[in-house]
C-alpha cells in the first residue's frame, strides 16, 4: 500500500495573478503558504482487473476512458496505466470547495502516489508543472498555477509566473520571531458555504482575455500589493501586512460579482470591529474560510465563536506533497 499526502494553502498576497490570462503577458506575483491540512491518497493492487476508486463517489469501471472522475482519469492516461488491478482511495482534512486549494493538492498528491506506485522519482518541479498540465491544459480549468506549485513545494513561497511560462520560486525571507508571530496571529473561520471555484475564476479569466480595462488594472494593483506584503512580512512589519490584507480584500472583491455575499460581508465587518487588522476570503470566493490578522486573539475568537463561525487552527507545512508510507 502507498500513501501519500499533499498540503492544502492561504494565499498571503498576489492572489489572482497566476492565471495565465494575465501572466502571459503581464507576469504574475503571489506569496502562498502550505498549511498542515491535507488531501491524502491511497493506492494499492487490487485482485481484480478493474479500477476502483474511492471518493466522494465510488467508481468500479475495466478501462481507464470510463472514468468519471476527470482529474483521476487524466491522471491515468498521463502516466499510461491500463489493465486495471488498481484501488485509489482519497481523505481530505477540509472539505472540497472551500478554497484552500484542495484540487491541486489531490492532483499532486495522486500523482506522487503513482510515480511510487511505479518506483519512480520526480522532482518537485516536475510534480507541480505535470498537475499544472493535467488541471489547465487537459482539462481546461480556468484556474491558476498557485495550488499545484504550493501543494508540491510546501513552506511560506514567492512564486513568479514569467510569460514564458517559467515559474520562479524563492522562500520567503522571514525570521523565526516573526515567522511564529505571523502563524500565531493568523485565524481562520469557515463560512459554511462551499462552491466552485470555477465559475467566479472563469469571469476573471474571461475578462482578462477580453484585456478589460478594470480587470487588468486591478490584478496590477492586486499583484503590487503581493510585493508590498512580501516587503512588510520580511521587515517584520506584521500590522502593516494586516493592514494590507484588507485592501486586498476590497480589490478581490471587484473581481466577481459572486466573490462574497451579504453574510460574508457582514461577518468580515464584525470581526474588523472585534479584533481584526485585516483579512480577505481564501480562494476563488464565493464562500470557504475568511482569513484574518488580529493582535488580539482572544477577542476575535470569542465574538466569531458567538456569531456561529467554527474556528479551524493551522500550522504552516515545510514538507509540500510526499509518500507518508510505502
Partial sequence: MIITRS????????????????????SGFLISAAIDKYVYITIHRGFVAEYLLKYSELERVKTVEEIKHPIIRECLRELKFSGGYLEISS?????????????????????????????????????????????IEKLNEPIGKQDQYIAAFGGLTCFEFLPD?????????????NFYNLQDNLIMFFTGYSRSASAILKEQDDKS??????????????????????????????????VLMNEHWEFKKQRASGMSNPDIDEWYDFALSNGAVGGKLIGAGGGGFLLF??????????????????????????????????
Avoid: W
Avoid at 93 to 102: Q, Y
Fill in 293 to 326: 490578522y488580529t493582535e488580539d486573539k482572544m477577542k476575535l475568537r470569542r465574538a466569531m465563536n458567538k456569531r456561529g463561525l467554527e474556528e479551524v487552527r493551522f500550522s504552516f507545512d515545510f514538507e509540500g506533497t510526499k509518500v507518508v508510507i510505502q
Fill in 165 to 177: 511560462q517559467r515559474v520562479e520560486i524563492s522562500p520567503l525571507k522571514i525570521s523565526k520571531e
Fill in 7 to 26: 498540503p492544502l494553502r492561504i494565499t498571503l498576497g498576489g492572489g489572482g495573478t497566476d492565471l495565465p490570462s494575465y501572466y502571459s503577458k503581464y
Fill in 91 to 135: 481523505l481530505a482534512d477540509i472539505p472540497a470547495g472551500t478554497g484552500l486549494g484542495s484540487s491541486g493538492s489531490f492532483t499532486t498528491a495522486l500523482l506522487k502516489a503513482l510515480y511510487a506506485y511505479e518506483n519512480q522519482i520526480v522532482s518537485t518541479r516536475f510534480l507541480a508543472e505535470q498537475a499544472c498540465k493535467i488541471e
Fill in 209 to 242: 482575455k477580453e484585456n478589460n480595462d478594470d480587470m487588468i488594472e486591478n490584478l496590477h494593483h492586486v499583484k503590487k500589493l503581493g510585493m508590498l506584503s512580501k516587503e512588510a512580512l520580511e521587515q517584520g512589519r506584521l500590522h502593516d501586512f494586516g
